[in-house]
């Protein structure tokens, strides 16, 4: 009865080892469950927070460089943005561009092709540029070998005969075409008073002159070969210019204008009081 009684209390009593390590295994396992939690809540919130944060970078990198750099870059680089309606173009590279048009002569057909000649700006159209101009000649004269040193550049006429007297033309604009410039047709009118139906051969001059200085010991050579002829009358006469063109491509120093008739020919110079002086007509285009 002693020895049930001992091991009934020793059953009913606690043991204090053992409840302490059930505690501390149940303290610990909550514990455990409760860290493992909160991992779970920091790996939540971890999760969470990188996420937001990634999501936030996404959001604010990526819609800021779009919309931002992308966006801002786009407008101001993109070829697109830039390409002009048909007839504009952009000519200095600045915004707002397409600010010329390609019908102005001042850019015909496209940026430095400009339609200045002659003292103003010519016809456009469809990036061609053509003038026709009537050109008054300003300087002209004529030599005489029987007054080998006299200058004859404020006379009123100019004197052609086979004695040794020849004229001299100077050529307005011809020494100064635009660039890749084509001659539709160029001619000299003429007024003669005396000597018509006298046949005149013109020659290109090789080297620039004065009309108030020169004479016929300082006149300048002519073009080797044959000159262009020209049959004339009384009154006025259009020369063609255009075999003188053809033959020797440009005429920068002018013609000079000889005759082996006998008799005088006498044309009005720019300086005739009648005002009825050589004049050039030129149609060309570039």
């Given at each position: 009865?002693?020895?049930?009684?001992?091991?009934?209390?020793?059953?009913?009593?606690?043991?204090?080892?053992?409840?302490?390590?059930?505690?501390?295994?149940?303290?610990?396992?909550?514990?455990?469950?409760?860290?493992g939690g909160g991992s779970e809540s920091g790996s939540s919130e971890g999760g969470s927070s990188g996420d937001a944060s990634s999501g936030d970078?996404?959001?604010?990198?990526?819609?800021?460089?779009?919309?931002?750099?992308?966006?801002?870059?786009?407008?101001?680089?993109?070829?697109?943005?830039?390409?002009?309606?048909?007839?504009?173009?952009?000519?200095?590279?600045?915004?707002?561009?397409?600010?010329?048009?390609?019908?102005?002569?001042?850019?015909?057909?496209?940026?430095?092709?400009?339609?200045?000649?002659?003292?103003?700006?010519?016809?456009?159209?469809?990036?061609?540029?053509?003038?026709?101009?009537?050109?008054?000649?300003?300087?002209?004269?004529?030599?005489?070998?029987?007054?080998?040193?006299?200058?004859?550049?404020?006379?009123?006429?100019?004197?052609?005969?086979?004695?040794?007297?020849?004229?001299?033309?100077?050529?307005?604009?011809?020494?100064?075409?635009?660039?890749?410039?084509?001659?539709?047709?160029?001619?000299?009118?003429?007024?003669?008073?005396?000597?018509?139906?006298?046949?005149?051969?013109?020659?290109?001059?090789?080297?620039?002159?004065?009309?108030?200085?020169?004479?016929?010991?300082?006149?300048?050579?002519?073009?080797?070969?044959?000159?262009?002829?020209?049959?004339?009358?009384?009154?006025?006469?259009?020369?063609?210019?255009?075999?003188?063109?053809?033959?020797?491509?440009?005429?920068?120093?002018g013609i000079a204008i000889r005759t082996m008739s006998p008799v005088l020919v006498t044309i009005r110079s720019a300086e005739h009081p009648s005002a009825i002086g050589p004049r050039l007509t030129l149609e060309l285009s570039w």
């Amino acid at each position: 009865m002693g020895v049930a009684a001992l091991a009934m209390a020793c059953w009913l009593e606690p043991n204090p080892e053992f409840d302490g390590g059930s505690a501390d295994d149940e303290v610990g396992t909550e514990d455990t469950s409760e860290s493992g939690g909160g991992s779970e809540s920091g790996s939540s919130e971890g999760g969470s927070s990188g996420d937001a944060s990634s999501g936030d970078d996404t959001d604010t990198g990526t819609d800021t460089d779009t919309d931002t750099g992308m966006g801002d870059g786009s407008e101001e680089g993109d070829d697109d943005d830039d390409l002009c309606p048909e007839g504009l173009i952009d000519c200095d590279a600045r915004v707002p561009g397409c600010e010329s048009s390609v019908d102005d002569p001042e850019t015909c057909g496209g940026c430095g092709h400009s339609c200045l000649f002659g003292g103003g700006f010519q016809d456009c159209d469809a990036g061609v540029c053509s003038a026709s101009l009537d050109l008054d000649i300003q300087a002209d004269t004529f030599v005489d070998g029987n007054m080998a040193q006299a200058n004859f550049g404020s006379a009123p006429d100019l004197n052609v005969a086979i004695d040794q007297r020849q004229a001299l033309i100077h050529l307005p604009l011809l020494d100064q075409l635009p660039e890749g410039a084509e001659i539709q047709s160029a001619s000299l009118r003429i007024r003669i008073d005396a000597g018509g139906g006298a046949a005149l051969d013109v020659f290109r001059v090789d080297e620039p002159w004065n009309p108030e200085t020169v004479t016929w010991f300082s006149q300048p050579d002519l073009a080797p070969g044959m000159p262009v002829n020209y049959v004339t009358n009384d009154g006025t006469n259009n020369l063609d210019l255009g075999p003188l063109l053809e033959l020797w491509g440009e005429l920068p120093h002018g013609i000079a204008i000889r005759t082996m008739s006998p008799v005088l020919v006498t044309i009005r110079s720019a300086e005739h009081p009648s005002a009825i002086g050589p004049r050039l007509t030129l149609e060309l285009s570039w």
